[in-house]
């Protein structure tokens, strides 16, 4: 697949009606009309009335760039440890250098925190015995002690972004609830048990918070115009809806469309770029894909980027809706499972060393 890309047209959605509570149905309506669109046709959208000031988005992004400027040594104080290791790591949550991750089975040329909900080893174990070692995936964050003011501004941030998640998962089961035959928007927004089944799987949600550093390639495509190194290679996310917050570089993150070219997703200031993930898409019996999309940085600098990602409960059990299996040819195409479950194979295999060991 070529390096090129064509020019960007993602739809705009604004949320403001779903977080404002002095808003009208008339006002929810047309927000939601505005997603099933381009849920149906992109899968991908710009995000905007979300709440969040720029003061804030911009004082993530540059933190996250004070961390990564900093000394190796430095950084690898909060290395991912393994899981089963004495360290207190659970081989999941931390620091990854440059090479560490991988996507279909190539190194993405990157570095990252992953960051998500505190997993609470005192219930399972007993308040005695809650340290080292831990299962995968199953242990406690391991924050950065430089910037100082990094830890406290994320917690907040993450508390902020699961409203934003919130108020959008409800948005979007309005989006699925309206009668795609009909072209009047509906006149009140009671919400029927399928247009809350996302809010409801989502009321503990299992976030992630992925801080990335992407040095510049050295050499992205060939003379040919063929791909030769990723930033971040072809995939889909995992769970409901990801909210990327990105440095201002263009040319680097790339969405694909449904005739299979690829278009550039470059950052508007003040927008999240969304996107949905597996979970709704079995949700939806495949009427709403998770838009496979890629990050191949052309640019010079160092670029930073920070999805948040609002993912169903570990526990909450993902299956088709019924009203979505009528709606794609009756048939149910994907089965119920379990999100943790999910989550877990395919974070086990992002890692190139020591977990696939
Ligand atoms: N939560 C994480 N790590 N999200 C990033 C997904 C990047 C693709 C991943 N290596 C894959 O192959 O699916
Ligand atoms: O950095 C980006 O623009 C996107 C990253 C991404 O797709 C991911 O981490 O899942
Ligand atoms: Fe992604």
């Not at 992109?42 to 911009?58: E, M, N, R």
């Not at 048990?193 to 390639?217: C, H, M, Q, S």
Request: aromatic letters at 10%.
């Amino acid at each position: 697949m070529g390096c090129t890309s064509t020019s960007n047209t993602l739809p705009i959605i604004d949320l403001a009606p779903f977080l404002d509570l002095t808003s009208t149905a008339t006002a929810r309506a047309a927000t939601a009309k505005t997603i099933a669109s381009a849920c149906l046709e992109y899968g991908f959208f710009y995000l905007i009335g979300h709440g969040i000031p720029t003061s804030t988005t911009d004082r993530v992004i540059s933190l996250a760039t004070e961390f990564f400027q900093l000394p190796k040594e430095e950084k690898e104080k909060i290395a991912r440890g393994d899981p089963g290791g004495l360290d207190g790591g659970d081989g999941a949550r931390g620091y990854q250098p440059l090479g560490e991750q991988i996507t279909k089975g190539m190194r993405d040329k990157q570095e990252a925190i992953d960051l998500y909900r505190e997993w609470d080893c005192s219930v399972e174990r007993g308040e005695k015995s809650a340290g080292p070692p831990y299962e995968f995936l199953k242990g406690p964050n391991l924050w950065p002690e430089n910037p100082k003011e990094l830890k406290p501004f994320y917690e907040s941030y993450v508390q902020e972004q699961i409203k934003v998640g919130e108020a959008l998962v409800r948005a979007m089961g309005m989006a699925l609830g309206l009668d795609p035959a009909s072209s009047t928007a509906a006149d009140d927004d009671e919400a029927t048990a399928d247009e809350e089944v996302f809010v409801k799987a989502t009321k503990n949600t299992f976030w992630v918070l992925r801080l990335i550093g992407y040095p510049a390639l050295d050499k992205p495509c060939n003379a040919d115009g063929n791909v030769e190194q990723y930033s971040c290679g072809e995939h889909s996310d995992y769970g409901c809806v990801t909210l990327l917050l990105a440095d201002a570089t263009p040319g680097a993150l790339q969405v694909k469309l449904k005739d299979g070219t690829w278009m550039d997703a470059d950052p508007i200031p003040g927008a999240f770029v969304v996107n949905i993930g597996d979970m709704i898409e079995r949700w939806t019996n495949g009427l709403w894909q998770s838009t496979r999309h890629r990050v191949i940085h052309r640019g010079e600098g160092f670029r930073v980027s920070v999805p948040f990602f609002y993912e169903p409960d570990w526990d909450a059990v993902v299956q088709p809706l019924q009203k979505c299996i009528e709606r794609t040819g009756g048939e149910d195409k994907y089965g119920p499972i379990k999100y943790g479950d999910y989550l877990l194979a395919k974070a086990y295999g992002n890692f190139y060393n020591r977990c696939q060991r």
